[in-house]
């Protein structure tokens, strides 16, 4: 009988052996929670296709910020869903405005504890619900939407936000931003960029979490789900405009890119793991398909292994804490 000259297994034999042989680790650090946060409401609201996650007021904002600081977890990141909305988002730039009176209630509160970021981008904001400033024939105006977001940027850079999340996709955004950033000597902001943000069917549960007024689709700038070398192109063109952090969004589908875009670009390199792929996990848990805990966990150690430095997930604060009690 011939036996093996390779023995791999010798690497898993016990869970001591396991853990010390583990190429790739997962801690709360590396965890940044997605919260949203609502204009004219006094309690939290449910939303129905994110079982667990809610619409805070101001008030209930805070209290999920101080227990996300306590489990350590990397950061937070803001969306604003006001009470009204126009053509240009001016609820985005306006400092009464709920995305910039939650920034600073938030620095405020956790500040000091974690790195407090904002979404940067029109669509929670218009009644078109598109991420810019429409034409006359519906199109986005790409450097008319240029314009508002340096405004946007600067509104919450004044409030107060270290990282500014600008996910609208449109080209120059990053240097626009910086330039702006710059002039008004907020040379510390952060500027995350989401480069490579795909269109596609995982965003649902989100628009009903930011109640979007989306009509028709963001294909026109968005990337089209069968362009992995376009999304490494969009993340070294917003490096070399100053972004000190790119994303990849959604995470599961576009585990390839996230490795390729960490491959090519020198700066840290994040991933969105996004409402639809939390959405899918609660619903097979609900109804006993899969062991919840495990799958959520392996998600994020999958996305950690594809190359993501850091993830935004709507389980950060579960998961640190699972982390936290297994050291």
């Not at 710059?182 to 109640?211: H, N, Q």
């Not at 999304?231 to 589908?253: F, I, N, Q, T, Y």
């Not at 430095?309 to 982390?323: F, G, K, M, N």
């Amino acid at each position: 009988m011939s036996f093996p000259e390779h023995r791999p297994r010798r690497l898993r034999r016990t869970p001591a052996v396991r853990r010390l042989a583990r190429e790739t680790h997962l801690v709360p650090s590396q965890l940044v929670l997605p919260m949203f946060v609502r204009e004219g409401i006094t309690e939290p609201s449910p939303i129905g296709s994110m079982p667990g996650i809610v619409q805070h007021s101001l008030d209930s904002l805070r209290r999920a910020a101080a227990e996300a600081a306590e489990e350590r977890i990397g950061g937070v990141m803001l969306f604003g869903v006001p009470e009204t909305r126009d053509a240009v988002g001016s609820g985005a730039d306006d400092p009464n405005g709920i995305l910039n009176r939650a920034t600073e209630a938030v620095v405020a509160e956790v500040g000091d504890a974690l790195v407090v970021q904002t979404d940067l981008c029109l669509d929670e904001f218009t009644d078109h619900g598109h991420c810019g400033v429409l034409r006359a024939d519906g199109s986005v105006d790409n450097d008319a939407t240029l314009e508002r977001y340096t405004a946007m940027g600067l509104a919450q850079a004044r409030a107060g936000s270290a990282m500014l999340g600008l996910s609208g996709m449109m080209d120059g955004q990053v240097g626009a931003v910086r330039e702006a950033l710059d002039a008004e000597g907020f040379t510390d902001t952060l500027i995350l960029a989401y480069s490579a943000k795909y269109a596609g069917a995982f965003y649902g549960p989100f628009r009903e979490a930011v109640d979007s007024q989306l009509k028709g689709d963001r294909r026109s700038y968005q990337l089209d789900p069968g362009n992995g070398r376009e999304g490494v192109r969009e993340a070294l063109l917003d490096v070399e405009e100053g972004a000190d952090v790119v994303m990849v969004k959604p995470a599961l589908p576009y585990l390839d890119v996230l490795a390729d875009v960490r491959a090519s670009v020198d700066v840290p390199v994040w991933a969105y793991q996004v409402s639809g792929e939390y959405a899918m996990v609660e619903a097979a848990a609900a109804h006993g398909w899969i062991d919840r805990r495990g799958a959520i966990l392996e998600s994020l150690l999958g996305i950690r292994r594809a190359g993501a430095d850091a993830i935004l997930t709507y389980w950060a604060v579960e998961a640190a804490r699972w982390l936290r009690a297994e050291l």
